[in-house]
């Protein structure tokens, strides 16, 4: 199975119809994860990982309004893709993950940086 998915901030994740229902679901890392799906269809909609906490909203991109608008930077854990999965030329692909410090631009670290602060915090 794959998704993509594009991290954002849960403040700027905005639900413009029925609140999502909460699923708390196990993990190959035994540390879970919880899935917020559309109470009416049931769909994914996004995930929060162990990692980054409620603070990180993993939106499945097939669900907004436009997906087209968001292409993948990077395709992870692809050490269990299919043989059918293929890449297009140049793509960005880790086997498992990678580090977000040699990959992501400045803007993106810059955010993950305030967003690690505000964690902290808490």
Same mark, same amino acid.
């Given at each position: 199975?794959?998704?993509?998915? #594009?991290?954002?901030?849960?403040?700027?994740?905005?639900?413009? #119809?029925?609140?999502?229902?909460?699923?708390?679901?196990?993990?190959?890392?035994?540390?879970?994860?919880?899935?917020?799906?559309?109470?009416?269809?049931?769909?994914a909609v996004w995930s929060n990982y162990p990692g980054s906490?409620?603070?990180?909203?993993?939106?499945?991109?097939?669900?907004?309004?436009?997906?087209?608008?968001?292409?993948?930077?990077?395709?992870?854990?692809?050490?269990?893709?299919?043989?059918?999965?293929?890449?297009?030329?140049?793509?960005?692909?880790?086997?498992?993950?990678?580090?977000?410090?040699?990959?992501?631009?400045?803007? #993106?670290?810059?955010?993950?940086?305030?967003?690690?602060?505000?964690?902290?915090?808490?």
């Amino acid at each position: 199975m794959h998704a993509l998915n #594009a991290m954002y901030e849960a403040e700027r994740v905005e639900h413009i #119809a029925a609140e999502p229902k909460i699923v708390d679901t196990p993990s190959a890392s035994g540390k879970g994860q919880k899935i917020a799906r559309c109470p009416r269809c049931k769909v994914a909609v996004w995930s929060n990982y162990p990692g980054s906490g409620p603070a990180v909203r993993f939106v499945r991109v097939g669900t907004l309004d436009d997906p087209s608008l968001c292409p993948p930077d990077v395709h992870i854990f692809t050490s269990s893709k299919q043989p059918w999965v293929t890449f297009p030329p140049g793509a960005k692909v880790f086997a498992e993950y990678y580090d977000r410090r040699d990959i992501w631009p400045e803007e #993106a670290q810059e955010r993950w940086r305030a967003l690690r602060e505000r964690m902290n915090k808490t």
